[in-house]
């Protein structure tokens, strides 16, 4: 621990009769101060331990709550190009309340794109049109347009290619629409539907499956920015507060002391977040992961940011894409918590306009002034 409070069990200091902060903190709170050699004395007297035994990744049916996605986008993953903020927002939700996935950069795993005004301006959008993409206006999105049975694809649409189109997108991943393509870009469709994935809009939650241990959970956000982005994750009890600043896992303390909790940040634009849920402490609650940026940038200058769970064996298991916020510096984006005897992830979505030490000094860090 760094600071005095009432969690601290004892105080090691060269010298318990100076008058410092820690010694007067731990007056208040009837907190033991021994000196060095003391301390030294005692641990020669400490009895091995029991290794706490760190259970193995099982094959593992997915609870109820952590099936696929259903809906006419099921299956599908849509980016969105121009628009404003608000507007981009709107579609991203209504993809995700549709069963698809709103993805935040254009990777080979996408399978649509919507156009919104302005959408040819994005630099992406050569590219979407060299790949043959499936193009499609916000009103492809509508209840009227997405209930096309899943078995019955669409008219080809004689349209040039990166053109909006009207189509409706409820059909098989593996069906080439909304454009005049001869089929889909080889790959794009392929792996989406091989594990069932719980795609969670801002407040869902889902069940991890018993008997999986080792979770990844992958950060990641727009290319197109040089804002630097902050992932960090609270150690924290059912209040949400840390035991101890040692439960703050950012980049200067990239694990927790027991390793329960450890945080990868050499890869450009996205941050990774191990969380073995076998070594979490008992009198720690949840897991809370957010993010944060530094100066006066936004995430609504930011736009998206997309977490992604998956299992020791790489398997995506839940994924959400984050993008509510417009004026906040720091996003709270997902809460892994016990409830009744077994691990939850609750995508969180809430936005704060302070920034990374206002946020960890809500959650019970001491942060110390410069």
């Known amino acids: 621990m760094n600071t005095v409070s009432g969690r601290t069990g004892l105080l090691v200091t060269n010298d318990p009769a100076a008058a410092t902060n820690k010694i007067r903190a731990a007056a208040m709170y009837a907190v033991p101060v021994v000196d060095e050699a003391t301390f030294a004395g005692l641990l020669a007297d400490v009895e091995p331990g029991t290794p706490r035994p760190v259970p193995r990744p099982a094959a593992a049916v997915p609870s109820p709550r952590s099936a696929a996605a259903a809906g006419p986008l099921a299956g599908r993953c849509l980016l969105v190009l121009g628009g404003t903020h608000a507007d981009a927002a709107e579609v991203r939700n209504r993809i995700g309340d549709l069963g698809g996935i709103a993805a935040v950069n254009l990777t080979a795993r996408v399978t649509d794109v919507v156009a919104l005004p302005g959408a040819g301006n994005d630099r992406r959008w050569a590219t979407v049109t060299a790949l043959g993409l499936p193009v499609r206006t916000p009103a492809a999105l509508e209840p009227a347009a997405v209930a096309v049975p899943a078995t019955e694809p669409a008219a080809a649409v ?80 059912a209040d949400e507060q840390v035991r101890a600043d040692a439960d703050f896992v950012f980049y200067n303390q990239p694990a927790s002391a027991d390793g329960s909790v450890e945080l990868t940040l050499d890869v450009r634009h996205e941050a990774l977040v191990d969380v073995r849920l076998g070594r979490i402490p008992d009198d720690v609650s949840r897991i809370i992961i957010a993010a944060a940026l530094p100066g006066t940038h936004t995430f ?68 110390e002034d410069d």
Do not use: K, N
């Open 158 to 237: 004689e349209a040039p290619v990166g053109t909006p189109v009207e189509t409706p997108v409820g059909m098989p991943v593996d069906e080439p629409v909304g454009a005049a393509v001869d089929g889909p870009v080889e790959g794009l469709a392929e792996g989406l539907a091989e594990v069932p994935v719980a795609v969670l809009s801002r407040g869902a939650v889902t069940d991890l499956p018993d008997g999986v241990g080792d979770w990844t959970v992958s950060v990641t956000w727009p290319t197109g920015t040089d804002a630097e982005v902050d992932v960090v994750a609270f150690l924290t009890d």
């Open 300 to 367: 609504g200058d930011l736009g998206p940011v997309e977490f992604v769970a998956r299992t020791g064996d790489g398997a995506t298991r839940v994924r959400a894409t984050l993008d509510a916020a417009t004026t906040e510096r720091s996003l709270l984006l997902a809460h892994v918590y016990r409830r009744d005897g077994r691990w939850r992830l609750r995508a969180i979505g809430q936005g704060y306009d302070h920034g990374l030490a206002e946020l960890a000094t809500l959650h019970g860090v001491t942060v």
